[in-house]
């Protein structure tokens, strides 16, 4: 289980229209809160989080000075104080009424044989918390779980007419409830009087952790964000990583500025350079100087003081620094005074939602360049790869409209004129990088072009592309004397000097 900070909240205003769930994410969902006084389902599968969802609801209540209740038909006292402890949290200040409770109602001497016994058991369970409920007058109550309760019933009118009976009289008392309940049943699902409905997920893929998500099924009269969104459970509760819409973030373009690499010829071959506001796919097999091509910019804008963010998911955050420095690009010094960030990245730990928010973060403290390396390791993160596009075609278009210069970087199967990327995101881009693997004179080389660029024009040649050790990288002439390069086998019709030497004159 992850740990974090607790989250620190402003005092909220008592009386206001919304509950604050006390989750961070989930507010921002709900468009501020919940609605008082109203009936919500909190539907879920087993280990989905439910149980602690609805503490840190109630804990929230009891920060904000209102009176809270919990009923647990499910669970006992010491099963949830087991919950609580394990998020450092204290089951002292929640008032409860637990299974043992009500069992003392059922027992059989309690009850009579006129009636049938189900419609005793539910009348008796019903009259207990009614009362329980006028004497304290609870702003927030949680019933766990609504199965249960469903049992007692016996049948879906009774079940029904009994949660109207209850909604009527909590609503008469000023509380807002939560109910719990299992995704087992979905039959019964509609008869369920809520206002508004809370679906979690559990979601087992083949390899790594769990994943979570959860989506908002209804909520009566208010928009809220719709679809999936990620979460976790960690030590201090759920948090909540709320879907990404780019339109939210809309800001008015400004001009175009170049970003340069600090290498004439790679300006030259971009037009200028890399524009703000604009991402740029590389594209290339194993070797050819993907991430090597991003350091550049990424060392470029450091020492302009611009902050920089790589997320490394193929590469070991140690190898990567090493590399770099043994190329010429050392930025070890930008990563101890915090101008770059270098953060590893395990696709089997981590979710979408949770990897984009992690962005955010870095983009709203003021981080102007953001390389990812790979996507296919972002691929991998995915719980199905069909939604790999959508997701980054909103991370993207964010990144955009906050004038940040985004890398891609997507590693390409094969190694010369078959080599195909996993997925086509091209379009995606603004700009799109070509490195490639060539023959010539007995020699395996790597060759440079800029195939594509939408915000303005650019260099249409191909020219080599060296990686030289404490030179990092280089860029030659036009390689107008070769035919077939992006074929992988050109035909040279130069002479030899015209290809680019060593820095030590030895090729």
Known sequence: MKKHRSKTNAPAVLNNAYCSSGIEGLDDILSGGLPRDCFYLIQGDPGSGKTTLALQFLLEGLRCGERVFYVTLSETRRELTKVTRSHGWSLDSIPLLEISAIEQLLRPEAQTTVFHPSEVDLNKVSKLLMDEVSKTRPARIVFDSLSEFRLLAETALRYRRELLNLKQHFAECGSTVLLLDDKMDRGLIGTDPSHGVIEMEQLSPDYGTSRRRLRVLKLRGLKFREGYHDYIIETGGLRVFPRLVAAEHYAKSAPLEHVSSGIKELDDLFGGGLDRGTATLILGAAGTGKSTLALQY????????????????????????????????????????????????DPAELSPGEFVTRIRKQVDGGCKLVVIDSLNGYLYAMPGEKYLNNQLHELVSYLNHKGVVTILILAQHGLLAAAEAPVDLSYLSDTVVSLRYFEAAGEVKQSVAVVKKRSGPHEKTIREFKLERGQGVRVGQPLREFQGVLSGMPVFRGAAEEIMPATDGKE
């Open 298 to 345: 990424v060392k470029r804008m450091a020492l302009n003081r611009e902050p920089g963010l790589i997320y490394a998911f193929d590469e070991a955050r140690a190898i990567l620094l090493g590399r770099a420095k043994a190329l010429g690009l050392d930025l070890e010094e930008h990563v101890e005074s915090g101008v770059v960030t270098v953060q590893q990245v």
